[in-house]
């Protein structure tokens, strides 16, 4: 089992940036593809970005293209997402989600295809 655990959330201006991590208590996730989904009141959950098990694969929505960054680093068991040119758009809550035994040149996006969630994070950015 995965437990994420989400970290580096808070309050930007716009034009600002944060780093998200996310690390995991349990089995490693070095053994799992990650995603990045984020969820605003009202609205149906959302995939950020993704990236296989194996990180030569990786999966970015329109949305956010060209300004967010997806890496992981196995040796520290950690998965980040960098987030540059924010937008109050980009404000909700960003969950990190592991899904184990997937092959690891693949990457998944769609919400139904993880396992594990963590409790999320929340971003705010003001204009």
């Known amino acids: 089992q995965v437990q994420p655990v989400e970290s580096g959330g808070g309050l930007v201006q716009a034009g600002g940036s944060l780093r998200l991590s996310c690390a995991a208590s349990?089995?490693?996730?070095?053994?799992?593809?990650v995603g990045w989904f984020r969820q605003v009141p009202g609205k149906e959950r959302e995939i950020v970005a993704a990236i296989s098990r194996g990180g030569g694969d990786t999966y970015y929505a329109d949305s956010v293209k060209g300004r967010f960054t997806i890496s992981r680093d196995n040796a520290k068991n950690t998965v980040y997402l960098q987030m540059n040119s924010l937008k109050p758009d980009d404000t909700a809550v960003y969950y990190c989600?592991?899904?184990?035994?997937?092959?690891?040149?693949?990457?998944?996006?769609?919400?139904?295809?993880?396992?594990?969630w963590g409790q999320g994070t929340q971003v705010t950015v003001s204009s």
């Open positions: 349990g089995r490693t996730l070095s053994s799992s593809a």
């Open positions: 989600a592991a899904r184990v035994m997937y092959p690891s040149y693949r990457t998944p996006i769609r919400l139904e295809e993880y396992d594990y």
